[in-house]
């Protein structure tokens, strides 16, 4: 049975093409990865199928009585609700039917003996669809999801406002799951989880048996939840059976194929436009001239899709740092409250160390406070001399109307455009990236534009929040080789051990200092 089916989709930005006639079913209990290059179009397409974005051309149509569930990048939850009240509402629809419950035995008491028949029986198959959907135990499976994502040690009753981006991600993948939709649309859903949560969230995305569509740039995680693989690459949309090994194997061996055939034909065109040109002219042979010609004119040209950059990163090593890169003596962290313990940490010059644990326990808070951004609660801080810092922020500051040429221009402004463009280009960005302001960029293509500003700088220390977050398989694989072959120092906040675990030196596990619960 077809949950969502869609017909020569056709969508752009500008003269920017994402979609040229896409057409797909998405079956029941298919699990899906939707893969592709940062800027492809992925979220794109979750916003014009949830109805978000109308598209240019095109029939979008799900199944009749569908529940669509869409974790986005992007969600906002508003102020003054407690965790506990967003979870909940996951279940409006039954707390809606439970109204309608207490509204009809009001009625009971006054109508009349056809009225109540047909209100008795509203009133039973209102308290069927109560039982069914677990109604009387929505306490005990908001807990469990909660407790499954680590919610639970936070407090319920704590307010949404107060939450950092990580767990605001966590109260709305929690909220998602519980609401229990024919299809789950989640973009990104590993960005802000800890290793923990993300081995949970594997075994509830195996063992769901609805179907789902998954944004996902961490490969070891998709290929254990998937079945179906959906490459998205030039404004086509591909389906492949299997996980993303096996589609890579597939692709592959597909575009051997193709750039075989035109290979071939190239070959044939040039021999065909040979003959025409010696045999035109000469009144015997130009019938045959005239046939080459027009099979000429009606031959199927085979096209190469144009290749995508690779993106380049390589840092600049500044002079050498003094042997201590920083020290902190009984530095407590926070902001209206501790976050944790009184820390006396230090740092050598070489290190390469990656900060693990939980969101919302201080790890972004211990950069800051090392920078200076934001004072400690107490205790201090030395820096070491001859520092060269470079700072990777986890996000962009929304509302910037730059363009990615002015960012990079405001921070080098001795460049010359070009110096400026091939910057940007040596970090993966086309043309109509580079010329595009920052804000319509995809997650992706914006941490590019930040990586762009880190690697142009001279720097002996690097501190990278989640570096990897929205970035596609390629650029995760170089920026991995140039941490590696980097000879500077790095502290580094990441929760894939797959990337960081071949080239720090020291693993510091946040989670000992920290004054949360866990």
Not at 406 to 435: D, Y
Request: proline share 3%; net charge negative; charged share 25%.
């Amino acid at each position: 049975m077809s949950i969502l089916t869609v017909e020569h989709l056709s969508h752009g930005f500008g003269d920017r093409a994402i979609f040229d006639d896409v057409s797909f079913r998405l079956l029941k209990g298919e699990h899906v990865g939707l893969v592709g290059a940062n800027g492809e179009g992925k979220s794109t397409f979750f916003n014009i199928v949830t109805g978000k974005l109308a598209p240019d051309e095109g029939k979008i149509q799900w199944a009749k009585n569908c529940r669509v569930g869409y974790l986005d990048q992007h969600t906002a939850l508003k102020p003054g609700q407690t965790m506990r009240d967003v979870l909940k509402s996951a279940f409006s629809y039954l707390f809606n039917m439970e109204a309608r419950m207490n509204e009809i035995c009001d009625l009971l008491g006054s109508a009349g003996e056809e009225e109540m028949t047909a209100l008795m029986e509203e009133l039973g198959e209102i308290q069927d669809m109560l039982t069914m959907h677990d109604f009387y135990m929505i306490d005990a499976k908001v807990e469990e999801v909660a407790r499954a994502l680590g919610l639970l040690d936070l407090g319920l009753d704590r307010e949404v406002s107060d939450l950092s981006g990580g767990q605001r991600t966590k109260v709305l993948l929690a909220k998602l799951l519980l609401e229990k939709p024919d299809i789950l649309l989640l973009d990104e859903p590993t960005n802000y989880l800890d290793e923990e949560h993300i081995e949970w969230l594997k075994r509830y995305l195996t063992e769901y048996e609805n179907a789902f569509v998954l944004i996902s740039h961490d490969i070891p995680f998709l290929n254990s939840v998937i079945n179906i693989i959906y490459h998205m690459e030039n404004q086509e949309l591909n389906r492949y059976v299997g996980d993303y090994d096996n589609f890579q194997e597939v692709y592959a061996a597909r575009r051997a194929q193709l750039e075989a055939a035109y290979k071939r034909q190239q070959q044939e065109i040039s021999e065909l436009k040979d003959f025409v040109a010696r045999n035109k002219a000469r009144v015997a042979t130009r019938n045959m001239a005239m046939s080459r010609q027009k099979k000429l004119d009606n031959m199927e040209k085979i096209e190469l899709a144009a290749e995508k950059p690779k993106p380049e990163f390589h840092f600049q090593k500044g002079r050498t740092s003094g042997k201590v890169l920083f020290e902190t003596e009984d530095l407590v962290i926070g902001y209206d409250e501790p976050l944790s313990v009184p820390l006396s940490l230090s740092m050598e010059r070489g290190q390469k160390i990656a900060l693990i644990g939980a969101n919302g326990i201080g790890k972004t808070t211990l950069l800051k406070s090392i920078l200076g951004l934001i004072p400690p609660l107490s205790g201090s801080c030395r820096l070491g001399d001859y520092l060269e810092i470079g700072y990777f922020e986890q996000e962009m500051p929304p509302g910037n109307t730059n363009t990615c040429i002015e960012e990079i221009w405001n921070e080098f402004p001795g460049m010359n455009q070009f110096e400026v463009r091939s910057a940007l280009a040596k970090c993966g960005l086309t043309t109509r990236h580079i010329e595009s302001q920052v804000r319509v960029l995809s997650g992706g293509e914006q941490a590019k534009v930040r990586l762009c500003k880190l690697i142009n700088r001279d720097s002996n220390l690097l501190l990278l929040d989640e570096p990897t977050n929205h970035l596609d398989v390629d650029a995760k694989a170089e920026l991995k080789r140039a941490l590696t072959e980097y000879k500077g120092s790095i502290l580094l906040i990441c929760h894939e051990p797959d990337f960081y675990e071949d080239f720090v030196t020291d693993v510091w596990d946040c989670s000992k200092w920290t004054t949360k619960i866990l």
